[in-house]
């Protein structure tokens, strides 16, 4: 048994034996539990009677907590219920208690129509809804089988859903979780399009010689693996509207060069993945901006703030300190060409000639993604090549993306009179676009346009064209193998309420440590995301609750309300962030390996080193610094210079040991 093996078991252990003695905040699990099972039913049973708002409704609650739930029950009804005549008469009684972990609840909804009554218990949440996501992750760290022990992992949950019953939780985990969650919605069918037109797109683009074209555009500004390396972080910042499409196409476009110049593939992968979610994320027009700001809007008003979620989000930027010295971080190892770490040999080996890493004794992913299906896309023998098969299908797939983006979220139908609007784009815009039915169309759109070209212009056959684009579809189906279980992964962990355990760990003496809560809730963020996959989910459940506290705690320190406002948010995507892009389970993790070639884990491991880098000077440069009083434009160059001083001390120049062996 391998020593990694050894030592993951050890850690597992150390794990099952310490979770269960982790102090849990029970309160907000018990309100949690009533909120998701007991609303929901008396929602159901006041629609379609005669009731419209609850001011016209009676609550009487009893219980633990019964006061703040009485008046959470209120507000929910008040949201949800539809607006019409006010009933004159709706009495809810509810009672519930807590007996070995199981909430009883009991009661009745009556109205002027009839009276319905409600029993069930639920189980509440405990340490137990931890267990698929440790099981995947220990699993993948130490046998680096991703698809293998994802599924286990999943199978685990789905156990656990059915109280120990292994056979309804397999029929589980190929139903509901990866037919009807995955297969079957349409969100993640049109991200599924997307990949596949993207994918299939640049396959005819490559074999008809339009990427090598693009390349020799910038081959006279590249000549060393340094200026390759840089490019690369370029073409990332470049794209910043969306994850998805800087991961696939950066990666796709960039491997052929980052080859040639002897860039590993890990180092593709790791430049890919770092200019994706931290650049989304930052960026001051993209689907992340509208989304994250939907999740704190509602709640500003409540701690006295007037000013506009979006003004408040450009605010947070300053705070943003994971993305930005991420960011950092990728320009000065792209300059300065300096390593450290796994990624230090990784770069070694392949300036001696090998870009791929060879996993268990054979070349793994990478190698297969490189099979016979791939090889049809590389440039065919004797075609012309020209840039313009590849920039035309990639411009088209840009524009479409924006243009429906565009089109989508004009709800208003003010047509070309809002682009000069900024206040309408990113209010009305970018709140109510489609960005995954955008690029789905647009991938399609890429797709044939790039079909068309080659036979256009005679370069390829009907079915030397398909094959090419059909040869990459083929190449990626152990990598969508893994996206779709990600999904299924994120699915079981939100039924068994893993994020809001995870909160609930770290709910308890917030009050008592006010200079902290920056940093507990960025590393919160970030163990709910690495242990999810999802940074989106983790943003949702976090962001609503964070303004409130945030804007209490903030009142008793030198930062007042809205300095500990802007910093709590900015800690939460950014802790949000950061699990997101190192977590193995991650869906733009996935996808990096997979347009950079490069084989899952390999990135994983190799980029893990220079992300806990970046949190390193975050934490201690960044959150704890600026929650004692330091000034934010004190501590962004301070950060860099500790970058700068990380990469000239830790960091070495592959080039320069090339004689080394790896």
């Given at each position: 048994m391998r020593k990694s093996t050894i030592i993951v078991a050890v850690l597992g252990l150390v794990a099952l034996v310490l979770l269960p003695r982790v102090p849990v905040d029970g309160d907000y699990l018990l309100r949690h539990t009533l909120e998701e099972e007991m609303f929901p039913e008396v929602l159901s049973h006041l629609n379609g009677q005669e009731?419209?708002?609850?001011?016209?409704?009676?609550?009487?609650?009893?219980?633990?907590?019964?006061?703040?739930?009485?008046?959470?029950?209120?507000?929910?009804?008040?949201?949800?219920?539809?607006?019409?005549?006010?009933?004159?008469?709706?009495?809810?009684?509810?009672?519930?208690?807590?007996?070995?972990?199981?909430?009883?609840?009991?009661?009745?909804?009556?109205?002027?129509?009839?009276?319905?009554?409600?029993?069930?218990?639920?189980?509440?949440?405990?340490?137990?809804?931890?267990?698929?996501?440790?099981?995947?992750?220990?699993?993948?760290?130490?046998?680096?089988?991703?698809?293998?022990?994802?599924?286990?992992?999943?199978?685990?949950?789905?156990?656990?859903?059915?109280?120990?019953?292994?056979?309804?939780?397999?029929?589980?985990?190929?139903?509901?979780?990866?037919l009807r969650h995955a297969l079957l919605d349409q969100f993640r069918i049109e991200i599924l399009v997307f990949i596949f037109g993207l994918v299939g797109a640049v396959g005819i683009m490559s074999r008809m010689g339009g990427v090598a074209g693009m390349l020799r555009l910038v081959e006279g500004a590249v000549r060393s693996a340094r200026s390759a390396q840089f490019f690369t972080a370029v073409m990332g910042l470049l794209i910043f509207f969306d994850d998805y499409a800087n991961t696939i196409?950066?990666?796709?476009?960039?491997?052929?060069?980052?080859?040639?110049?002897?860039?590993?593939?890990?180092?593709?992968?790791?430049?890919?993945?770092?200019?994706?979610?931290?650049?989304?994320?930052?960026?001051?027009?993209?689907?992340?901006?509208?989304y994250e700001m939907s999740l704190y809007a509602d709640q500003l008003p409540m701690i006295g703030v007037e000013q506009d979620a979006y003004i408040i989000f450009l605010r947070t930027i300053p705070?943003?300190?994971?993305?930005?010295?991420?960011?950092?971080?990728?320009?000065?190892?792209?300059?300065?060409?300096?390593?450290?770490?796994?990624?230090?040999?990784?770069?070694?080996?392949?300036?001696?000639?090998?870009?791929?890493?060879?996993?268990?004794?054979?070349?793994?992913?990478?190698?297969?993604?490189?099979?016979?299906?791939?090889?049809?896309?590389?440039?065919?023998?004797?075609?012309?090549?020209?840039?313009?098969?590849?920039?035309?299908p990639l411009g088209l797939i840009i524009g479409v993306t924006l243009c429906l983006m565009f089109s989508f979220g004009d709800v208003e139908q003010r047509g070309l009179d809002a682009l000069g609007d900024v206040e309408y784009l990113r209010s009305v815009v970018l709140s109510n676009t489609n960005s995954t039915r955008a690029l789905a169309w647009a991938a399609v759109s890429g797709f044939l346009l790039a079909l068309f070209l080659a036979r256009g212009q005679r370069l390829l056959g009907w079915g030397e064209a398909l094959a090419a684009g059909v040869g990459n579809f083929r190449a990626m189906l152990e990598a969508i193998g893994i996206l779709i279980l990600a999904w299924v992964m994120g699915h079981i962990c939100d039924l068994l309420g893993t994020s809001h355990v995870l909160i609930a760990m770290a709910n308890g003496g917030l009050d008592r440590m006010a200079l902290l809560l920056p940093l507990i809730l960025f590393l919160t963020g970030a163990a709910v995301s690495f242990a999810t996959g999802s940074?989106?989910?983790?943003?949702?459940?976090?962001?609503?609750?964070?303004?409130?506290?945030?804007?209490?705690?903030?009142?008793?320190?030198?930062?007042?309300?809205?300095?500990?406002?802007?910093?709590?948010?900015?800690?939460?995507?950014?802790?949000?962030?950061?699990?997101?892009?190192?977590?193995?389970?991650?869906?733009?993790?996935?996808?990096?390996?997979v347009a950079s070639g490069c084989?899952?884990?390999?990135?994983?491991?190799?980029?893990?080193?220079?992300?806990?880098?970046?949190?390193?000077?975050?934490?201690?440069?960044?959150?704890?610094?600026?929650?004692?009083?330091?000034?934010?434009?004190?501590?962004?160059?301070?950060?860099?210079?500790?970058?700068?001083?990380?990469?000239?001390?830790?960091?070495?120049?592959?080039?320069?040991?090339?004689r080394m062996s790896v």
């Open positions: 009731v419209a708002a609850n001011s016209a409704i009676s609550i009487n609650v009893e219980g633990p907590l019964a006061h703040e739930i009485r008046y959470d029950l209120q507000d929910f009804l008040l949201t949800n219920l539809p607006q019409g005549d006010i009933a004159k008469n709706a009495i809810i009684t509810l009672a519930w208690s807590i007996d070995d972990g199981i909430v009883d609840i009991q009661g009745s909804v009556r109205t002027l129509n009839l009276e319905t009554f409600i029993r069930q218990q639920q189980h509440l949440l405990s340490w137990i809804s931890l267990l698929p996501p440790l099981i995947a992750i220990l699993l993948a760290f130490a046998f680096r089988r991703t698809l293998i022990c994802l599924f286990v992992g999943i199978w685990a949950g789905a156990t656990l859903l059915f109280h120990g019953n292994v056979a309804k939780g397999l029929v589980w985990v190929a139903y509901e979780g990866i196409l950066v990666g796709t476009t960039m491997r052929p060069l980052s080859d040639r110049w002897r860039v590993s593939r890990e180092r593709l992968a790791y430049l890919v993945d770092s200019t994706a979610a931290p650049v989304a994320g930052l960026s001051v027009l993209s689907t992340w901006v509208a705070f943003r300190f994971y993305s930005i010295f991420t960011l950092l971080l990728v320009m000065i190892g792209a300059v300065t060409g300096r390593s450290f770490g796994p990624m230090l040999k990784a770069e070694r080996r392949a300036r001696a000639g090998a870009v791929s890493p060879v996993v268990n004794g054979d070349r793994g992913v990478a190698e297969r993604m490189a099979s016979t299906a791939l090889k049809r896309t590389s440039h065919k023998p004797g075609v012309p090549a020209r840039w313009w098969n590849a920039v035309l940074s989106w989910s983790t943003m949702a459940i976090l962001l609503p609750n964070v303004v409130l506290l945030a804007g209490r705690i903030g009142e008793a320190t030198t930062l007042g309300t809205e300095g500990m406002l802007l910093l709590a948010i900015g800690a939460v995507l950014e802790g949000s962030i950061f699990g997101d892009h190192c977590s193995p389970i991650s869906d733009t993790t996935i996808l990096s390996s084989p899952h884990m390999a990135h994983v491991k190799t980029q893990i080193p220079i992300a806990l880098a970046a949190l390193f000077v975050a934490v201690f440069v960044g959150y704890l610094p600026v929650a004692l009083g330091v000034p934010v434009w004190l501590i962004l160059p301070t950060g860099a210079i500790v970058l700068l001083l990380i990469i000239r001390l830790l960091g070495r120049c592959p080039e320069d040991e090339s």
